[in-house]
């Protein structure tokens, strides 16, 4: 079985800063491209940035140059650091992350189970 844990959501200032975790365990081999996503009310859910395994990184235009992804590939974790924060951003953020379970020896993707973030204006 797979887990994503996500932490460090929360309630913010507009120009203020937040940082995210998500921690994959469980039965793993590897983990390959992680990410995250997010979904405003009554909005679909988008990608925000997405890393490999390798360290290569992608951005949405509306955070390139605010917030930046990072991994950590021993612990499996993964990190979305959000500065200069906008009332836009205000959303439930999901990590994601390709996973090789030991079980199956199938790569398969998981959900976190989401945190809010919340900018205030």
């Known amino acids: 079985q797979v887990q994503l844990v996500e932490s460090g959501g929360g309630l913010v200032q507009a120009g203020g800063s937040l940082r995210l975790s998500c921690a994959v365990s469980?039965?793993?081999?590897?983990?390959?491209?992680m990410g995250w996503y997010r979904q405003a009310p009554g909005k679909q859910r988008e990608l925000v940035a997405g890393?490999?395994?390798?360290?290569?990184?992608n951005y949405a235009d509306s955070v390139k140059g605010r917030f930046t992804i990072a991994r950590d590939n021993p612990k499996n974790t993964v990190y979305l650091q959000m500065n200069f924060l906008k009332p836009e951003d205000t959303a439930v953020y999901y990590c994601?992350?390709?996973?090789?379970?030991?079980?199956?020896?199938?790569?398969?993707?998981?959900w976190g189970q989401g945190t809010q973030v919340t900018v205030s204006s």
């Open positions: 994601t992350a390709r996973v090789l379970q030991t079980a199956t020896v199938l790569w398969n993707s998981y």
């Open positions: 469980g039965r793993i081999v590897s983990v390959s491209d």
């Open positions: 890393i490999t395994s390798g360290g290569s990184t």
